[in-house]
């Protein structure tokens, strides 16, 4: 059976909510053994990755350019130690591997790469350029007649690059209902809030008036993430805003502008192992 019409990998979303608490716990340690990172976005976003990764995209670990593969980018790539801890949990990469976030020579660098990294579809890390790779790839299957679908992550701070926007423009007009963006709002970026920054509400107008359908919901809610990710395609490209909180899971990061890119001290990482233990 081709991978992108096999049933969906987890219909456990109990377990789903658990992986994504493992994948919180695996962020820790790599952040503060490397004593660099994006704690607060890997916390938002991990409910997110841990539901596309384990109940909705079809991939194969053991064959990760296989054809008929769902396509995911990490357009937030400073939130690659959440991309990783999904990676490895799925099978793409060692888990063993996480150890090495960030250290000299490692494959994981602080941003994701596709020469060096299994799973990983595109070097992010300049923001605003995943949702445009996005709208090739799903260009490119619907050029083809494949079923496959692409997903874009986007941070809400991102969304002031105009790329994005352009990009945005071209899926309408196209009617790529085989795209899916997903923007992680958490409503913090580095420094400030983002209505502080640039304001962007009402952000679902916005992208309806690109020609997307648009959706809200609670982005740490797996199954309702798991359904806006697998309504039925309506002739337009999807866009996911899932509501979140930055640093979700540990009360002293949660929703704290300052962590960002913070590292945790060693105590403050057995406080935070320990509150996702729960």
């Known amino acids: ?32 053994a490397a004593g660099l990172g994006h704690i607060g976005g890997d916390f938002s976003v991990a409910d997110i990755l841990a539901t596309l990764y384990f109940a909705v995209l079809h991939l194969d670990p053991s064959d990760p350019l296989a054809a008929e593969r769902d ?15 999904a ?13 090495t976030f960030m250290q000299p020579l490692s494959a994981l ?12 579809e595109a070097n992010t890390g300049p923001l605003g350029h995943g949702l445009p790779i996005g709208v090739g790839c799903a260009i490119a299957a619907k050029l083809s007649g494949d079923p496959w679908r692409t997903f874009v992550v986007l941070g809400d701070g991102e969304l002031q690059e105009g790329s994005n926007w352009e990009a945005a423009m071209a899926a309408g007009h196209r009617g790529l209902d085989n795209l899916v963006a997903i923007v992680d709002r958490n409503r913090l970026q580095q420094g400030a809030r983002t209505e502080d920054t640039n304001r962007l509400e009402p952000l679902a107008d916005k992208w309806a ?14 199954r309702a993430l798991f359904d806006a990710f697998t309504a039925p395609r309506r002739g337009k490209p999807l866009c996911v805003i899932a509501k979140t909180i930055k640093g979700k899971g540990v009360s002293f990061i949660e929703d704290r502008v300052e962590w ?4 945790p001290s060693p105590e403050q990482q057995r406080i935070a192992l ?3 233990s729960r």
């Not at 990676?87 to 150890?99: N, Q, W």
């Not at 596709?114 to 990983?120: D, M, S, W, Y």
């Not at 008036?209 to 797996?222: K, N, S, Y």
Request: glycine share 8%.
């Open 1 to 32: 059976m081709p991978i992108s019409q096999a049933a969906p990998l987890r219909a456990d979303l109990t377990a789903v909510a658990a992986t994504a608490q493992e994948m919180r716990r695996a962020v820790v340690g790599m952040i503060g």
């Open 71 to 85: 396509r995911f980018i990490l357009s937030k790539g400073h939130c690659s130690a959440a991309l990783y801890a």
């Open 87 to 99: 990676l490895a949990l799925r099978g793409f990469i060692p888990k063993e591997s996480l150890s």
């Open 109 to 120: 660098n602080g941003h994701p790469n596709r020469r060096k990294v299994p799973g990983v």
């Open 209 to 222: 008036a690109f020609g997307w359908e648009a959706v809200e919901c609670d982005g740490h809610d797996h």
């Open 260 to 263: 960002h890119h913070k590292v």
């Open 274 to 276: 320990a509150e996702l």
